[in-house]
Nanobody, 125 residues
């Protein structure tokens, strides 16, 4: 199995935008998600997308600011993050779930079959 590889993290100012990418070869029919883990906190759900790309789910904390999408032609998963806040600072993980699953299936870490190594997002004020 080809590993998941995230990119796009960095240090930005509050109010800025970032787009995270995840190379996800061989996962065209897998449900996918983004999770994050801030220092001293539990890993938490951010956003997910079903295997078709037709349905999505978001944590309340990011709803309206973040957008998850996938492009199977590029074997990629994306997280567009707008209006970033200091509290968005965390290590962001790309995550793959089982084939043919819904976005709702991916709401908890136990649903994840494969994790990327993470990309750090730091938002300063």
């Amino acid at each position: 199995q080809v590993p998941l590889v995230e990119s796009g993290g960095g240090v930005v100012q509050a109010g800025d935008s970032l787009r995270l990418s995840c190379l996800a070869s061989g996962r065209a029919v897998s449900a996918m998600a983004w999770f994050r883990q801030a220092a001293g906190k539990e890993r938490e759900f951010v956003a997910s997308i079903d295997w078709t790309g037709g349905s999505t789910a978001y944590a309340d904390a990011v709803k309206g600011r973040f957008t998850i999408s996938r492009d199977n032609a590029k074997n990629s998963l994306y997280l567009q993050m707008n209006s970033l806040k200091v509290e968005d600072t965390a290590l962001y993980y790309c995550a793959a779930g089982p084939a043919f699953k819904s976005a709702q299936f991916m709401l908890v870490p136990s649903a994840v079959r494969d994790w990327g190594q993470g990309t750090q997002v730091t938002v300063s004020s």
